[in-house]
Structures are given as structure tokens and as C-alpha cells.
């Protein structure tokens, strides 16, 4: 099961035998039980995650117990839930009770949270089933789950290769089939990155639709936490669930009235839909995957849009906004990890002694780099024309956006600028590490949602993402296209690798 | 590397050896000199990438610190179930009398 098929079979959406939905439903009917579904699901892990390393932590007995319920649940006539006995996947920068949530550190090994994250307890009240925590680049910083002290994860499609990153173990776990949903979080593409490189549905939400309560802090201003999924409705579906005002978190949105239902956007079509092909989303990237997104374009024309190219020059700004904007705050946040109240400690003659010693042995080299690298963005003399400026280029960037919304409705772009790249290729290169980002970015530093939908292989047979953005809560508008271009998508690189035998053709989206 | 901004606005100097001390001691962390080296030059590369930021005239722009306009929110002031104190603290490196034990902070009493 965890092998990569390779043979262009596509998932056939959340209809699909081993899509979300279509398990929820059988378990809620009482045609499945959710212990042999998880219990399928932890085997899978077992037998196929030894050589892709996407679980830095396994909850089998948790979840079996918790599976059980669900089946309780049915069996005594109580409504188990919308995604009742599903196997999930957290990334390990998401809290959980008495499970180890190490954001792949050192400085973090072994402490066990005293609370769940919001996003984990609403899907065990929506009956999912978290079966473990997934590898990641360490605090989210990376693109590639390289900068992990579990070592690397690797993309299940070509194991030489990187699977993204950072949330590269809930992208590899998704697309070899192990769990059909997957929680990451995103600050700069973490989530839509490794989709794109993985083949996989990925999402990152409007900042402040899901409560970011439990989420390890990186960047504050720019984390969210969203799905994977191996089809567009059902990553709608999951962000259903996971949706919604947070008292705990005090940039969480209201709710409005009536709630926005996600999932029914998927099969709305995008007829009269005005799309913007982006410019500066596709230049600087590998002619194959700039092939890919203008493909996509020529098919949601073909379904009934009306597709411009557009310029938002302002784009090319993002990147370096954002490396200094994201490690300002992320010398903020990780200031916390000083070896008193949690994780590690290495004791030093006094306590300033005890917090170096502590945060040299605890943290890994992108960490410290990137705290080094916001200290100097944040310390006198330099704030004003690195941090203050980058503040402002934020600004340019939201404007920006606004006056492409006032000419189209959506944008569409390449993901990633290129396929999955060898593991070690860009480890001692920063910058180019960086380079991976810069298509994501921009929704970041706007705070606004898009996704990655899997769009055919480049010309290395590897996965290729496109990403549709869409301004702030045009989450439905989001998911009806992306579901357009999942119906229209060629064959090959999409999350085949999920896709049993004889699962049906690509008509899969928006029931 | 492109060093400084192209004309007309200041762009602060390339970082050095120095600053990378200064700010590693600023962020509690140790370094030896092949790594004060390394890092040097990929913060250098980093900050040169972002010359094309800090050379801009932005002098007109406000800031954006946040995607939302953030705004003081009131809630009823009522008791709520807060975090086990044991589990917080089973959770720490040393613990002593319910509270976070930390090596000393100030010098011998004279």
C-alpha cells in the first residue's frame, strides 16, 4: 500500500474507496467498522513507513480505542460524527495530550503537552481518528522535512527525493496511501509546497478561520494551520470541521451567520469565474510546471471561465518580506525554549549559562539561522531598513492583491517552481532553499487562503502542483475552482499512489 | 552578492563576522568559529537577496504588522477549567515545591 503506483490512476475524490468521505459514510451506515479501518490504516504505516519516515510517533493504542467508540457510537444509534472512524495525521508542531509533540527538536523531545490543540479536538468530536504525529523540518523552518533531528522524510513517488516541506510527513503520508487526511500548518507554503511535490491535495485557509490554539508558534502573523487530502471535497470537508471561532485564540474570526458550507462549493463549477493566470507565478519556474499551469488555464477556460494573464509585480517582493518578516517573529516566539518550563535542559553554572547551553545543543542549524537572521532584522540600527521596510512591502502586497481581486476573482499559478529535488541538493544553500517558497508566499504575507491542487507530472514523471488563490474568506470560491481543475487534471503524479486498483476514472470531484 | 542597494537609498552594510557574534549572544546561542564563519556567509547571501527590500523608498507606506485589522476583544470575565498545574509541571526539566526550578540567578551573597 505504500508503494507509488505510477500508473496514472487517480483517485477518484472523496468518493473513492479510500477517500474520507466515502470511508465516514460506510462507517456511519454500519458497513465498516471504524477499528478495521484504522486498524487497515496502522498496518499500512507498520508495513510501508520504515524506508519513507512520514510518522515521527504512532498512536495505535490511542487510536484503536478511539476507533471503538466511533463503533459504540453507531452501534448505540449516536451520531458519530462527519468523518466518523477516518485515520488522520498530525503534524508534530500540533499539541496532543500526553502525546510527544516535538516539532521534530531536540529542545522539544519527549515533552508531553498538557492540552489539545483546538483543531484536534474538534476532529475527535467529528469522530476522526488520529493514528500519529508526522515529520516535519524542525519548528516548520524548511522546505524539504530535512531540517528534522528524526532525520529525513521521503517523497513516496521517488524516495531519493525530498517530499517538501515543511509539513513534508503529513504530505507523504497522505500520498502513500497511509491516511486519507492530514493536518499541517503553512507560513510560508508548508502546506501547499510538499502537496504539490507529493501529488496531494493542500490547503491553507483564510489567517484566523481555524484556531491556531496548540499550534507551536513560528511566525504568529503568518501561521495557519490546513488540510491535506487526496481530493478537493475532501479536504473541504475537512476544513469544515476544523473551521470556526476559537475563544482560545485571539485572532480567531467570528463566525459569521450562516456558516460557510465548504464542501457544497465543490461542484459549483466555474462558469463566468474570471481567472487571472499570473505572471509572476510562474516566471523563474521549470518550463514543465509553467507547462502544467498553462494547461490549467486552457482547462478551465474550456469549463466555462474567463482566463486573463495578469501582472502583480509586487510578488517579486514577497520573498525577501518574508525572510525577514518570518524570522523577526520567529526569534520572538522561540525566545520561549530556554530550558525552564518544558523539553530539554542542559545545565550551565547560572540560568543565563543554563539557556545558551540549553538552545546551542537544542536547536539544529536552520533554526539558529533563522533566529539569527531575525535578531539582526529586529536589532538597532538594522529595523528600520530590514524589518520596517519588509512591513511595508507587506502592505504593498496586500494592496496589490486588492487590485488584482478588482479585475478577477481568483489567481492561478504554479505551487512550487519546480518538482521534488534530491534529497541533500539544497541543505547547504539557504537561499535556494528559500527559492521554493516564492510562489506560496504572497497568500501568506496577505493572509489569504489557496490550495494546491495535483495537476499531471513534469517531465521526470514527478508530481506537479498548480495553486489557485482567492482573497480573504473566498474559501468557496477557492474549492470550486480547485475542484474544476481536479475534474480536468491529466493523468500521472496526482495521489495515484493513494489510489487502489480499479478505483474509477478522474470524475471524482464535487458530489 | 550584490552588497549594497543600488543608488540613492541607504542600505546598511553587509553583515560581518562581529555582528553574527553580537546577534548569536543577543539570541543565547553558542557558536563555534567554523560555524560564526558558515553562518556569516548565508546570512550575508540572505540579506543580499533582500537588498531589493531595503533599498526601496517606502517612506509614504505604513506598516502591516498583522493580515487582520486586530481589534480589543471583551468577554465576559466567568471561571473556567484551566491547565492541571502536575501535568504543566511534569512537563519541566526540575521542579521543586510546584514551582519551576531554575540554577541561580544572582551572585553569592556577599
Redesign the interface.
Known sequence: MSAPRGDGTREAGGDGPAGALRIAAAVRAGERSARSVVEEALSAVASGDSDLHAFVTVTADAALAAADEVDRAVAEGRDPGPLAGVPVALKDNLCTRGVPTTCASRILEGWRPPYDATVVDRLAAAGAVAVGKTNMDEFAMGSSTENSCFGPTRNPHDRTRVPGGSSGGSAAAVAAGFVPLALGSDTGGSIRQPAALCGVVGMKPTYGLVSRYGLVAFASSLDQIGPFATSVADAAHLLGVIAGHDRADSTSLPDPDPRPDFAASVGRGVEGRRVGLCLELVEGCAPDVVARVRRAAEDLEAAGAEVSEISVPEFRLGLSAYYLIAPAEASSNLARYDGVRYGLRVDGPDVAAMNTATRTAGFGPEVKRRIMLGTYALSAGYYDAYYGKAQRVRTLMVEAFARAYRQVDVLLGATAPSTAFPIGERVDDPLAMYMSDVCTIPSNLAGHPAISVPYGAGDDGLPVGVQVLAPALGEELLFSVAAALEAAAPAGGGPGAAAPVGSGGPEGAGR | MTGGAPDGH???PP?GRE??V???R??????TDEEVGR?TG??A???A??????A?D?AG????????P?QN?L?PDEIRPC??RQ??L?????VEDHR?R????VGDAP
Not at chain 2, 26 to 31: T, V
Not at chain 2, 102 to 105: H, K, L
Open positions: 541607504a542600505s546598511p553583515i555582528d553574527v553580537h546577534v548569536a543577543l539570541a543565547r546561542l553558542e557558536l553562518f548565508q546570512l547571501q540572505v540579506l537577496h533582500a537588498a531589493d527590500v531595503a526601496l517606502l507606506v505604513a506598516p502591516t504588522a498583522h493580515p487582520l486586530l476583544v468577554r491547565l492541571d501535568e504543566v511534569d512537563g519541566a526539566p526540575e519551576f531554575v540554577p541561580r540567578i
